[in-house]
């Protein structure tokens, strides 16, 4: 999954275990299965985004999905954005450590996906990430401004997004949102699968 990037996904692993504890990011209870829970289903995420795109992840907290889904695929473009300054500073001191392992640069910007300030310094991406964010209609809401035209909505979500995800297909097509659909990601990775839905920006 990470090939020249497992002993930078191994390092996170560990800062997450340490700092992303001791500062409220992860639950100790999710220390002994970061790899499953976290960061290898985060990483499977790559296999919905296309080659050398501009990937934003909203909500990045401790930098789910977004560096394992970097450090998986050092093609992409990434930014981080997040409204917490306790977890910009962890997203900041992580990215200074890992950065040398990505091809690309990595940014982390403050605010919420929706902020003009946030709109204006990230621009347009081809891809959107979030993980448990927000329900998707409420996502898309605050993510529109970041989405060019054809671009992509890729949310990690539970098995309850997915059982609503048709009755709430109107409403997602009423904010301009197409090709809408659940795809399984990371089938190889055992317990580590997940399912994320992704989505496209229409062009009105």
């Known amino acids: 999954m990470f090939g020249a990037g497992l002993a930078a996904a191994q390092r996170y692993v560990a800062r997450l275990a340490t700092d992303g504890v001791t500062r409220g990011l992860i639950g100790p209870r999710e220390v002994p299965r970061l790899w499953e829970r976290h960061v ?119 098995s309850r997004a997915v059982e609503q995800l048709p009755a709430l297909l109107p409403e997602l097509r009423a904010a301009g949102m197409r090709d809408i659909e659940t795809r399984a990601v990371g089938s190889s990775l055992g317990d580590a699968a997940t399912t994320v839905v992704v989505m496209t920006r229409g062009h009105l």
């Open 40 to 158: 290898l289903n985060s990483a499977a995420v790559s296999e919905a985004v296309p080659a050398d795109a501009r990937v934003v992840d909203v909500g990045s907290g401790a930098g789910l999905p977004g560096i394992p889904l970097g450090l998986a695929r050092p093609d992409i473009a990434l930014t981080l954005v997040e409204p917490m300054a306790r977890r910009v500073e962890f997203l900041e001191e992580a990215v200074a450590e890992l950065v040398d392992d990505a091809r690309q640069p990595w940014r982390v910007i403050r605010g919420r996906a929706e902020d003009r300030s946030v709109v204006s310094s990230v621009g347009r991406v081809d891809v959107v990430t979030a993980r448990a964010v927000a329900p998707l209609p409420r996502l898309v809401g605050w993510c529109r401004g970041l989405l060019r035209p054809g671009a992509q909505l890729v949310a990690l979500v539970g």
